[in-house]
């Protein structure tokens, strides 16, 4: 299945916005995802929830693959990579551990998200992990909202809008840019999505399988995807 990217500027920087949920940032060679919640399945599985497995594999896979496509110098995660605090038998450590050997000349980092607190991570998954990210006129965090140190790129919300027309009620996630920050849309096979309201001024771009689209409708009409 081919992947597409849509190029827009965010803070005066050309970015792309890749529909396999990531955001690619040529001038800082930085390739940016948010909320992949490795360990989701497992999670639940120990709580005796019957949920399929795979998940945790194939979100590793997505990022090598971005990873091969765009040959970033760092890979920022915006916070919650991980859906719970880690377990040393955990299948997807070893699944990441091989990503990571993949990628050795690739500097892993991560803004911690709420889902990560908390979580000692093994000093071989090599994971260089803060509160947040500065790379002017960047900040990478993962709580939404302005920032002081530039214009924040983070996740946490999984921002998905609803559409409307045809007799079809769909929900799509959306990369949401706004006047001071960005939204990522939630990266990890196994997330939700929470649906989010565009104001006058906003960008909103629906992502499928194969396609970034603009949605420029959505401002001047954000009854039609109120929550």
């Not at 920022?76 to 000349?105: M, S």
Request: hydrophobic share 40%; glycine share 10%; proline share 7%.
């Amino acid at each position: 299945m081919s992947a597409a990217a849509l190029p827009v500027t965010v803070s005066g920087e050309p970015v792309m916005l890749d529909s396999r949920r990531a955001l690619y940032w040529p001038g800082g060679g930085v390739l940016a995802i948010a909320d992949v919640h490795l360990g989701k399945g497992e999670a639940f599985r120990r709580r005796g929830v019957a949920v399929p497995s795979g998940h945790t594999q194939a979100d590793c896979d997505a990022i090598d693959a971005l990873l091969r496509d765009y040959r970033p110098a760092r890979l920022i995660v915006c916070g919650d990579l991980l859906h719970a605090p880690a377990r040393g038998d955990e299948a997807w450590l070893d699944a990441f551990r091989t990503l990571r050997r993949t990628h050795a000349d690739v500097a892993f980092e991560m803004a911690v998200g709420n889902h990560d607190r908390g979580s000692r991570l093994p000093a071989d998954l090599g994971l260089d992990c803060h509160s947040e990210r500065v790379a002017a006129p960047f900040v990478f965090t993962h709580e939404p909202g302005a920032h002081d140190a530039g214009h924040a790129i983070c996740g946490h919300l999984h921002p998905v809008v609803r559409l409307r027309g045809m007799g079809d009620n769909l929900r799509m996630p959306v990369f949401w840019l706004r006047r001071d920050h960005a939204v990522l849309p939630a990266f990890g096979s196994f997330t939700g999505g929470a649906e989010v309201t565009p104001e006058a001024g906003d960008q909103v771009f629906a992502v499928s399988d194969r396609a970034v689209q603009p949605l420029p409708h959505l401002s001047a009409r954000s009854s039609s995807c109120a929550s």
